[in-house]
């Protein structure tokens, strides 16, 4: 009986020991079929996660370009917010863009900071993501327009952003979006009040 349990549970073990090992493993991902872009890297003083390359199902909707003023303005300090590190792009077909913002401020609707994707999922998550600090928004209104072909953006992960003696969002890699002379630049405005109608 000593040895059937002992056998037993080495069994055991060795079928947990495959369970985590296959659970563990990463799902293969598709690769695109079309040739990556690949930016030159314009990086900030902070370890930066992720990359400045546009979302796969974008490549087609961009194109490398180079505006050396206006990255340098997208760019931020350790701590400060911003863009890690970014690559500049020509938008050469027009593809929505999303923006969070506070809806006491009608001036921030068409602000620089946009994102390429529908916000999911809880505020705070979004506030971390994003960088983005309570005392600059409550995150309470959103916007999505389409870019219009032609416009200049920078794209790239989010630096470090402190909120106060207690908080600091650490870098990021998600993807955000740099532009200028939003209002110029983004038609076809739609606004969604309040967050839970950004899940509908």
């Known amino acids: 009986m000593r040895h059937f349990i002992i056998l037993l549970c080495f069994f055991g073990l060795a079928g947990c020991s495959s369970f985590w090992s296959q659970s563990a493993q990463e799902p293969e991902r598709t690769k695109p079929s079309k040739t990556v872009l690949t930016p030159t890297i314009n990086q900030s003083d902070s370890t930066c ?19 050396e003023d206006m990255l340098q303005r997208a760019l931020g300090v350790s701590g400060e917010g911003g863009l890690c590190e970014g690559q500049v792009y020509v938008v050469t077909q027009a593809f929505t863009v999303y923006r969070v913002w506070n809806s006491t ?6 602000g620089n900071w946009w994102s390429f994707f529908k916000p999911e999922g809880a505020i705070s998550d979004y506030r971390k993501n994003f960088n983005i600090c309570y005392e600059n928004s409550p995150l309470d209104v959103l916007t999505a327009c389409e870019i219009k072909a032609g416009s200049d953006i920078v794209i790239g992960p989010g630096q470090s952003n402190t909120c106060g003696e207690w908080l600091t969002h650490p870098v990021s890699k ?18 969604y009040q309040g967050h839970f109608q950004w899940r509908q």
Do not use: H, R, W
Not at 49 to 67: D, R, S, W, Y
Not at 179 to 190: F, G, P, S
């Open 174 to 191: 998600k993807k955000q979006i740099y532009l200028e002379d939003a209002n110029t630049k983004l038609v076809e405005c739609k606004t």
């Open 105 to 110: 401020n009608a001036d921030s609707e068409l």
């Open 49 to 67: 996660l992720g990359n400045a390359l546009p979302p796969g199902e974008m490549v087609n909707f961009l194109q490398k370009a180079t505006n």
